[in-house]
């Protein structure tokens, strides 16, 4: 056939990517688990702490022999989560305001990569000598960057050998893993990535964005695995928008609106407790987010949480100064002054929890999706009209 | 047609990708110099220093109405650049070793951008009494970090602002400036990476590396492009390897081989004058180098270098502890203990250069090349026989 173009690329396995399209907390979670139902390889792009190494789940029994970390990765010791915490004090003390960070001290682990004095998995289980001598030296900057921190290196040493023997056998070479598995027979393989576009290192919010990159990108950077071989990317997309901690926020709601979505949709974070800010569904920040990641699908979840409303808005322009610009702000000042453009759409007040196809929804509610997918030019292909599992519309 | 899959990815220009393989200087700048012929953009993915902004080289004439820098791009300061020296030479005084860092300040702006306090060019052209404000709690924050450094902040900021006025004009947003150029009519667009494979953060020979992504998911993460519009990726490789500074080089030759590559290569330093190791092809890094990236085809440069040898080696597998690995150890120790098997081919021991045609090539020559291609199974596009940019033979 003429299908040459097609033939012609390297071929492999494709992987399915799931990323978070917003601020994060998209639910994100409840897709992958949805697809990680008939997956054979679920990957992680995430830098944990080493308490999160530990069964945390029902269901994962079993999971230390089924886990494999990746000897590329990058290890926090307990003395980055202490810096992160002081970080973040300074930074309050300095400039009046802190970035709300979760404070787990994965922004120090990544700036002891950039100075190429972080110690990786593969250190640890190939050559303790040298391990602990490079321990040793990153431990003392960190003393002498941070005075009050106390670290008590030759015990560190200690646990960090019990836990090397521990997890030795699960380590492996990711890139070769993964290569192997996108080179034999057919597999379904999920990448969950991390964290959700909008606090993306170089295209979020920055500064109010985590270490990593939280894009499409970074699911290659992160897994050393070429572009050839990624297939779908599903965004996940909340029916409204939430974002935790300050930083620029235009479809916000800081009113009765806002307080009813945070109500309703128990935005909350889940370690802190602290409310996140909630605010109408924004294109533009959409629009943006598949620029860069090239969405193939979307999930939209938490519709069920806009029945209560009679009209329900929608972000579709920003404008600067009085005149619509096409591009989403990359300086937080600027972003913070847009004034958003907003389309109303007619609500459903009605409970659509129990709809489990697209046609059982009230008329409103399709047009509301319907007017997603004709703005963005993506086909939304789930939608969440509740917390359980089967409350899990799919559409195609 | 029966092309559905193809069809039904979403469309838009790819970009083609020129990548070093190796450890940097395979000649990757003649190779995008050949392509940037027809190209209509040219995109690289580098921290620059400003210093480099100035034109460099003859015919760039008008070269200021035609850059474009992204909004996105982090600023290196003087203060970074001077704490990259200083921590050079910490490094050697705490652990006997640094890193042989260009001391271009790029690293201590990776550690800025992760910590979440680097500056930017948005933040630069688009409200100068916020960036200097946030300009002043980095620069403290340096000058107690390394209190031998002494920052002229106000006298930074008088520079800072007229270099603002100079550059505002050419600071756009780089995702949306990529997004129309990709979705509008068809364009030719070339990305040059920055360094080369092994010297990737993540999967390069590690710390021996850059602060940033040199792989081909960093062209992702570097432009904000889906992985989608990444079409052809080229890999630039030397017909032999050579590293500059320490670190394991298993296929090298400290010998006359290597000598005789250095010398006849002209492998020195250009900033630094300091003489490459050299060494034979190592192909399991070309594998390895490979599954990260995918290349499409390889630009085989310098093969010219090898004609005064009677018989040359071709590195084509790694044994440790007696046993052949399967893959390029991540851990530097175990990289330096690997024992390489080669592979010996006949020499062609004629002068190459005035070849045109792979047909004009020496038998010898052309099963060279016809090897490391069934090795790697990657077609070889180009192979480099000189200099100048004539003596690129293209093979298809
Ligand atoms: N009401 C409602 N809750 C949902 C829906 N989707 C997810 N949630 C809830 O949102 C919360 C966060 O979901 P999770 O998948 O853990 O999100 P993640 O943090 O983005 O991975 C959980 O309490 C989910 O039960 C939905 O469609 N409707
Ligand atoms: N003899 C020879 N020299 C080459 C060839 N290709 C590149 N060079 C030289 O190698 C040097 C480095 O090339 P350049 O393209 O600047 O490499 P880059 O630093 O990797 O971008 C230059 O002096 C080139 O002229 C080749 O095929 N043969």
């Known amino acids: 056939g003429d299908c040459g173009r097609a033939s012609a690329r390297p071929g492999g ?37 080493r308490g999160r190494l530990g069964p ?22 307990d003395f980055h989560q202490a810096a992160d915490g002081i970080q973040e004090q300074q930074r ?49 900057q960190y003393k002498s960057i941070y005075p009050t921190l106390e670290i008590d290196i030759e015990g560190e040493l200690q646990k960090l050998k019990g836990y090397m023997e521990r997890i030795k056998p699960m380590v492996r070479d990711g890139v070769y893993f993964l290569y192997e598995a996108l080179h034999g027979p057919p597999k379904k393989i999920l990448v969950e ?11 979020g919010t920055y500064p109010f964005v985590t270490s990593s990159n939280c894009t499409v990108g970074g699911v290659c950077t992160g897994l050393g695995m070429p572009p050839q071989n990624v297939g779908e990317v599903y965004g996940v997309v909340k029916a409204y928008t939430t974002r935790v901690g300050i930083g620029a926020f235009p479809t916000e709601q800081d009113n009765e609106i806002g307080e009813l979505l945070q109500t309703r949709g128990s935005e909350f974070g889940v370690t802190t407790g602290r409310k996140r800010r909630c605010g109408w569904l924004d294109l533009v920040l959409l629009k943006y987010a598949h620029m860069i990641n090239g969405f193939t699908a979307l999930a939209l979840t938490k519709l069920d949480i806009l029945d209560m409303f009679t009209e329900i808005k929608v972000g579709v322009a920003y404008k600067l100064d009085g005149e619509i610009i096409p591009h989403f702000p990359a300086n937080q000042e600027v972003l913070n002054k847009v004034e958003v453009q ?55």
Request: aromatic residues 8%.
């Open 92 to 140: 309050q003390e300095q400039a009046g305001k802190n970035l709300g960070t979760t404070k787990k001290g994965i922004g120090p682990v990544y700036s002891s990569k950039a100075a190429r004095s972080g110690l990786r998995m593969c250190d640890l289980v190939s050559d303790f000598d040298g391990f602990s001598e490079r321990f040793k030296v990153l431990a003392n």
């Open 193 to 203: 990535g991390a964290n959700a576009a909008l606090l993306d290192i170089d295209f």
């Open 342 to 396: 907003y389309k109303t759409l007619p609500g459903w007040n009605t409970d659509i929890s129990n709809a489990r196809t697209f046609k059982e929804l009230p008329v409103n509610a399709q047009n509301y999706v319907r007017f997603i997918e004709d703005e963005l030019q993506i086909p939304v292909k789930w939608i969440g009209v509740g917390k359980s599992r089967e409350s899990m519309i799919q559409l195609f």
């Open 56 to 77: 945390t789940a029902p269901g994962l029994e079993g999971w230390e022999k089924r886990l494999i970390i990746s000897d590329r990765a990058h290890i926090v010791f």
């Open 13 to 49: 396995n494709r992987v399915t990517v799931v990323l978070g399209a917003q601020w994060g907390d998209e639910g994100k979670g409840k897709v992958v688990d949805l697809l990680a139902q008939d997956a054979d390889i679920v990957c992680r792009c995430q830098v944990r702490r």
